[in-house]
Every structure is written in C-alpha cells, then in structure tokens.
C-alpha cells in the first residue's frame, strides 16, 4: 500500500523567509503523480503544485517550488518570499489510483 | 466558475441518528470523490464516482455509510447509525476525468459532530 509522510507536524517563518516543507513517500510503481495542497483554517483545499514522476525537471509556481527525488521518495517543498496569506495545513499527496494524502504540516508565518 | 458546493456546513447529531450530506460538483466534472478527514489527519477517499457509476469504495463502511449519485451529477452521502469515531469533516471533490493529472476541486467540507 502506498504511503504518505510529513515529518514535521508544525513548521513557521518569518513573512519574506523560506520555509522548506518535507515529504516521503512509499510506492513500488514508477509512475505516478505527486501533488501539494494547502488547506487554509476552514476554508477549502487548493492544490498548489504537482509533478509527474516521470518528468525530472522540478516543478515550479511562482514561489512554490518542488524538490523531487525520485530514488529517494522524496517530494519536498520550498516555499520563497513567504506571505501572511501562506499560513496554512500544507499536505503532501500521491496518486496513483486514488490520491492519498500524509498527515499535514501547520506552517506558521511571523510577520 | 462556480466551485464545488456541499450542504450542510455544520452538522451536530447523538450517536445512532442517521445524516445526510449533500454534494454539487463543478459543472461538467465527471468524476466526483468523498473524503473523510478526520481532525489534524490527511483526507482518506470513501467513494470515487464516475458519472453514476462507482469506481472505488473499497474505503466505504458499507455497514452504515452509502453514497449515491444521482443522474451523474448531485451526489448525497448518508450514515446510519452514526458512531461517535464518524466525528470529522466530509469533503466533496470533482475532477474533469479520472486520469491521474486531473486536478481535483475541493468543496469547503461538511463538519460532522457525533455526540
């Protein structure tokens, strides 16, 4: 069964830092989809970013950027410039069949 | 573009009562997902429709949860009798087709209170 995990239950930044969000996961398929959604507090989940498997290029949406390792299982993401409006549930997802998504990272953002 | 709608928002039922939950996809999505999300867990798929058809319910506790979708638009998900453990949020999500990069809308979620 495939498996999703976000190792870090809480993250925060300060408004205009970095923040790198983690994810690994477990499948034995080559190839699938990898996805990030954020969750803002009670409003509904959009998707902010995917990559295909296949593809090694990194996925990037204007400062939401991917760090795909393939070999590794890995699927972080780094978000730049971060805003106010970033704080967020950020989960990390995989699909192939059905989206199956890790437990979420809390990001935080300091002004 | 209208999103997805669900109804009610807030919902606040005694163990054992039965609950309905009612979804409207985005115009044209054929395909149309529920989720359970339990409090600080990731969403966990129930029922995948494909028009009216189902394509995976292998997650669906088929002894007090059923789901419908009526015409291959508006779906309702009912649970009878509800369990205090049935406490989360049930999302609601569409998506053009079934294909792996489709995206998928999320409704704003239909927050269940079992008592």
């Known amino acids: 069964a495939q498996t999703v995990t976000q190792s870090q239950p809480e993250m925060s930044v300060q408004e205009a830092e970095t923040v790198t969000l983690s994810c690994t996961y477990d499948t034995s398929e080559s190839d699938y989809y990898l996805f990030w959604y954020k969750q803002p507090p009670s409003r509904q989940m959009i998707l902010v970013i995917r990559q295909e498997a296949y593809k090694q290029q990194n996925a990037t949406e204007n400062r939401f950027s991917v760090n795909f390792q393939k070999a590794a299982k890995s699927f972080s993401l780094k978000i730049s410039d971060s805003q106010l409006g970033d704080a967020a549930m950020y989960f990390c997802a995989y699909r192939w069949g059905k989206l199956t998504f890790g437990q979420g990272t809390i990001l935080t953002v300091h002004p | 573009e209208a999103g997805v709608a669900q109804s009610p928002r807030y919902k606040i039922i005694e163990k054992r009562q039965s609950v309905a939950f009612w979804c409207n996809p985005i115009s044209g999505h054929a395909t149309l997902y529920w989720y359970q999300q339990i409090l600080g867990q990731g969403p966990k798929l129930l029922i995948q429709?494909?028009?009216?058809?189902?394509?995976?319910d292998s997650q669906l506790p088929k002894d007090r949860f059923s789901a419908e979708r009526l015409k291959g638009v508006d779906s309702t998900l009912k649970i009878q009798p509800a369990k205090l453990e049935d406490s989360a949020v049930y999302l609601c999500?569409?998506?053009f087709g079934t294909g792996f990069a489709y995206e998928q809308y999320f409704g704003p979620g239909t927050r269940l209170t079992v008592t």
């Open positions: 429709f494909q028009n009216n058809g189902v394509v995976d």
């Open positions: 999500a569409s998506s």
